[in-house]
Every structure is written in structure tokens, then in C-alpha cells.
């Protein structure tokens, strides 16, 4: 017997025990003597099917079956000197619910209900009208009972799929990858954002705007659009958090900020500046925020539905990324720790002088293939989102890099508490790690200086070393080309130039959007730090 099984006798032997409870207590109030027996022959009927569960271990079916018709024979002889006893007909439709489902609960009402009908015609000729309105009400409470019974069991049938999740997510990818085509309007989040802040300026004259989405606790630039790049921005973002607090839009002086609600709730928030040369309350702005906020209803879906495909994309190349890094840890890089012992096996007892310098030569470069191995592994887990922030990440991996290879790299941040962008973060955390590690590698520099400066939606990230400059790009090696490739992908500004006092500077920028100067737009151009 299963432990299911097991489970079904034990509720069937709690539902006998109180059935008969329920049903003795009045009858010795009454003093029948007629319905005391009957029940001491359902309570010596209930201990034998009892038994036969747990012990005999008789087929569902048949025990089942042999309970509704003893149950209902019992009542049926029991019927005319008492109907005290018929209550005990709910409990076999029970009972065989709990362990057939509701084909037992059919068999056994089927059963007991011939039973009880047919032996007082037998034997009486005929039931007066209380007594078939007792044994019907039974009968149906039965039913009841049994119908609940079926429920517990086709739960407790129910075996959950594991693959269950994947199947699930396999269509609904597939479907987005259908739908996906038919966008009018595409996926990329900057685009949808730089359309929305071009209706409303068509329809406000403003001397800034810009687009927040949510970001964890807070909100991050997502598109800025600025007449002049000196443009304060600073009571614009504290109006967007409190129009996102509030899911309404509120208004300050020249400052304004609504929020973008489609049906998944706020999507983002747009916040913006007047022009000094027009009045609030002559231009209606109350009116026309309420009018746009309306009109951007479609756009802020597109934007929803975009950000949504970003957040599952960076979850899946997170994933995928970490999935690398355990398959390298625990195969490529215990492979070649492998070989090294092999090695060290060999310079124990070496043939010749020569051959001693050779297994050195060959320890010592395996030695730099394991360490190798290890910092991509570290490269690859190291994450940019489950950072404090971008800076802190690049402080994290530089730390990594110069444990391992010895190489000082000193981080200078320059940081608000307004973070970019997940995918413009992820990025330009890739392509400073990727310009550390050529510089460790290929440069034979002596020191690393990183400047990681965020101000949200613009940063500017140099990296320079002291090494031998640019050198001529090998065939095999893609690294510059996958910088340029991650900083088109979030429109940034990549540049890689030999410095004045020799190494090179690798600097990253992110680029203002057309239209308008990001808020960090100045003309300082690619920064290098002495």
C-alpha cells in the first residue's frame, strides 16, 4: 500500500469513526433498541472493511462494494423500526470517493440505494413516504460527500510535471518571437523613449525633458532631451519620483512629471522644464498634461512591452553567462590542474638537465592557463545588476584582476545615487573589464588607472595604462572588435588611442540623444587619468 493509499484509509476510518458518533449519541438518548443493534451491526461492518483496508488488503473496488451493499442491507432491514440508522448511508459514497474517484462514488450509491430500496420491499411490501424521504436525503448527502471525496482524490492523483515551467516558457517565447516581427515600433526601449519626449514637445514648449522608467526602488533616465547642456535636471528627477509615488501627475512652477499607465500599472514617468518665457497657468498645462498623458496610452505599452523583453534578455545572458562559468570551473579548469600534477609527477624524476628546464617551461605555463581559466570565471560571474553600482562592479573585477596578476589597477569613481540603465550598465561594465584584462594581458604595464564617472543617463568610463601602446591586432583575437560592437549596442562613443605619455586609454561614452545634449555633455572629450 502506497503511502496515498495509506492516507485514503486512514481519512475513510475517521470519517466511519464519526459517523457512528454522530449517530449513536441520539439513539441512546432515545433508548431505541431497535436502531442500537442496527448500528452495533454498521459499527461491526465499518471494523471489518476497517480491517480489510490495512490488513487483508482486498481490492479497492470489492471492498467498497461489499460496504455499500452490507450498509444498505442493514438499513433496509432496519428502515421501518427506526431511521435513526439511514445516516450511516453517507459514509460508503465517501469512502469510496477518497480511493476510486467519483466511479466509486457511482457504484457505491448504485449499491447501497438498491439495497435499501429493494429488502423492505421484500419484506414489507412497500415504505411510507418519511421513511423514502430519510432514505433519499441520505442518499443525497452521499452524493455530496462523495463528490468531495473524488475532488481530494483526483488532487491527491495529480503528480506536478517538473518540465511543467520549461513547457510553459517554450511557448511563450515562441510567441513573442512571432509576435515580435509584427512590432511596428521594435523592442529597443531608447527609440520608443525618444518618440514619447518628441510628442510631447511637439505639444509643450520645454527647456528639458526626460524619460524615467523604474529601476528597483528608484527611477533611471532612460532618454534626457536638454536646449542647453548646462540644463539642471536635479528638481525634474525629485518631481518624476513623486509623480511615480503618487501615480499622478504633479506640477511645480515650470516643473512638471506624469506617469505613463498602461494596464500592467506605471510604466514610466515623464518629467520636464518650461521655458522661462511662458506661464503655466496662460499655456494650461493642467489640461494639456491630462490630454497627453491620455494620448501616450498606446506608447506607454510599446515602451512596456520593450522593457520587458530587455529584462528577459539580460536575465537570460545572465544565466547563460553564469552557466559558462560553472561548466569552465568545474570541467576545462579541473582538467588542466589535472595535467599539472602529471607534470609535477615528471619533475620528480627527470631523464636529463634539458628535459628539466622543458617540464619547467611547460609547469609554468600551465600555471598561467589555470590562472587564466580562473579570472574568466571570474569575469564571467562578476555582474554589473547585482552590484551596488556600475562603479562598485569595476572596483569588484579590478580587485580580481590585480590579485591574480599582480598588475596595481587604481579606480577612481565619480558617482550619483541615479543609476543607468540594467542593459547601457551591463555594457559599459563589459567594456571596461574587457580593456583591464587586454591590459594585464598584452600591455606590460606596470600600473592601471580606471575613472568611472556616472551621472545618470550620461558616464564616462577611461581606462589607461602605462604600458607599450597599441601594438599590431593578431588574427585570432576579437576583443577590440566586441568593445565596439557593446558600445554601438547601447550607442555609445568608443575610442582607443595611444596616450600622450605613452600606454593607451581606452574610453567609453555614452552619446546624447538626438535632438537634445545628455546631461553630462560637456566637451571634455576622452578623459585620462595620471
Known amino acids: 500500500m502506497t503511502a496515498r493509499d495509506l492516507q485514503f484509509v486512514r481519512l475513510s476510518g475517521a470519517a466511519r469513526g464519526f459517523a457512528t458518533l454522530a449517530l449513536v449519541a441520539p439513539v441512546l438518548w432515545s433508548r431505541d433498541k431497535p436502531a442500537l443493534l442496527a448500528l452495533g451491526a454498521v459499527f461491526l461492518i465499518w471494523a471489518l472493511v476497517q480491517l480489510a483496508q490495512t490488513r487483508l488488503r482486498f481490492s479497492p473496488t470489492s471492498t467498497a462494494a461489499v460496504e455499500a451493499l452490507a450498509i444498505g442491507a442493514v438499513c433496509g432491514f432496519s428502515i421501518h423500526t427506526s431511521v435513526a440508522v439511514l445516516g450511516a448511508l453517507s459514509v460508503p459514497p465517501f469512502?469510496?470517493?477518497?480511493?476510486?474517484?467519483?466511479?466509486?462514488?457511482?457504484?457505491?450509491l448504485m449499491v447501497e440505494a438498491v439495497a435499501v430500496a429493494l429488502i423492505p420491499m421484500l419484506l414489507f411490501t412497500h415504505l411510507t413516504v418519511d421513511q423514502s424521504f430519510a432514505a433519499f436525503t441520505w442518499c443525497v448527502t452521499g452524493l455530496g460527500l462523495g463528490l468531495i471525496a473524488s475532488f481530494v482524490h483526483s488532487t491527491f492523483q495529480f503528480s506536478p510535471d517538473p518540465l511543467a515551467p520549461y513547457r510553459y516558457a517554450q511557448s511563450l517565447i515562441r510567441e513573442l518571437i512571432d509576435l515580435s516581427g509584427g512590432l511596428s515600433s521594435g523592442l529597443d526601449p531608447v527609440p520608443l523613449g525618444s518618440i514619447i519626449l518628441s510628442t510631447v514637445r511637439d505639444d509643450l514648449p520645454t527647456a528639458a525633458l526626460a524619460l524615467y522608467v523604474p529601476r528597483?526602488?528608484?527611477?533611471t533616465p532612460l532618454v534626457t532631451k536638454t536646449v542647453t547642456s548646462s540644463t539642471d535636471l536635479t528638481s525634474v528627477d525629485e518631481l518624476a519620483l513623486e509623480a511615480w509615488a503618487l501615480s499622478r501627475p504633479?506640477?511645480?512652477?515650470?516643473?512638471?512629471?506624469?506617469?505613463?499607465?498602461?494596464?500592467?500599472?506605471?510604466?514610466?514617468?515623464v518629467g520636464g522644464l518650461l521655458s522661462e518665457r511662458l506661464d503655466p497657468a496662460q499655456l494650461g498645462l493642467e489640461q494639456r498634461i491630462r490630454d497627453l498623458s491620455a494620448r501616450l496610452t498606446p506608447s506607454a505599452v510599446h515602451l512596456d512591452t520593450a522593457l520587458l523583453f530587455a529584462a528577459f534578455?539580460?536575465?537570460?545572458?545572465?544565466?547563460e553567462r553564469r552557466r559558462l562559468a560553472r561548466e569552465m570551473h568545474d570541467g576545462v579548469a579541473q582538467d588542466i590542474a589535472s595535467l599539472g600534477y602529471l607534470v609535477d609527477a615528471l619533475a620528480a624524476r627527470?631523464?636529463?638537465?634539458?628535459?628539466?628546464?622543458?617540464?619547467?617551461?611547460?609547469?609554468?605555463?600551465?600555471?598561467?592557463?589555470?590562472?587564466?581559466?580562473?579570472?574568466?570565471?571570474?569575469?564571467?560571474?562578476?555582474?554589473?545588476g547585482a552590484s551596488e553600482s556600475l562603479g562598485a562592479a569595476i572596483g569588484s573585477i579590478a580587485r580580481n584582476l590585480t590579485e591574480v596578476s599582480g598588475v596595481p589597477i587604481h579606480v577612481t569613481l565619480d558617482e550619483r545615487t541615479t543609476r543607468l540603465r540594467p542593459e547601457v550598465e551591463a555594457e559599459l561594465?563589459?567594456?571596461?573589464?574587457?580593456?583591464?584584462?587586454?591590459?594585464?594581458?598584452?600591455?606590460?604595464?606596470?600600473?592601471?588607472?580606471v575613472h568611472c564617472q556616472v551621472h545618470a543617463p550620461g558616464a564616462l568610463i577611461t581606462v589607461t595604462d602605462d604600458g607599450q601602446g597599441l601594438q599590431a591586432g593578431r588574427e585570432d583575437s576579437h576583443g577590440l572588435e566586441i568593445m565596439r560592437e557593446r558600445a554601438l549596442l547601447i550607442g555609445a562613443a568608443l575610442s582607443i588611442a595611444n596616450g600622450p605619455d605613452g600606454g593607451t586609454v581606452v574610453a567609453v561614452r555614452t552619446t546624447p540623444e538626438p535632438g537634445g545634449a545628455s546631461r553630462d555633455s560637456d566637451d571634455t572629450g576622452a578623459i585620462v587619468i595620471a
Open 313 to 319: 534578455r539580460d536575465a537570460a545572458t545572465a544565466d
Open 250 to 269: 504633479v506640477m511645480g512652477g515650470r516643473t512638471f512629471a506624469f506617469p505613463l499607465v498602461s494596464e500592467a500599472g506605471t510604466t514610466a514617468v
Open 350 to 384: 627527470p631523464a636529463s638537465p634539458e628535459q628539466a628546464e622543458r617540464i619547467e617551461v611547460l609547469r609554468d605555463r600551465i600555471t598561467a592557463v589555470v590562472a587564466e581559466v580562473r579570472r574568466s570565471v571570474v569575469t564571467l560571474r562578476t555582474d554589473a
Open 429 to 449: 561594465f563589459r567594456i571596461a573589464q574587457e580593456a583591464m584584462t587586454n591590459a594585464v594581458r598584452h600591455s606590460r604595464a606596470t600600473r592601471i588607472d
Open 216 to 219: 528597483a526602488d528608484s527611477l
Open 95 to 108: 469512502a469510496a470517493g477518497l480511493r476510486l474517484g467519483w466511479r466509486g462514488v457511482v457504484t457505491s
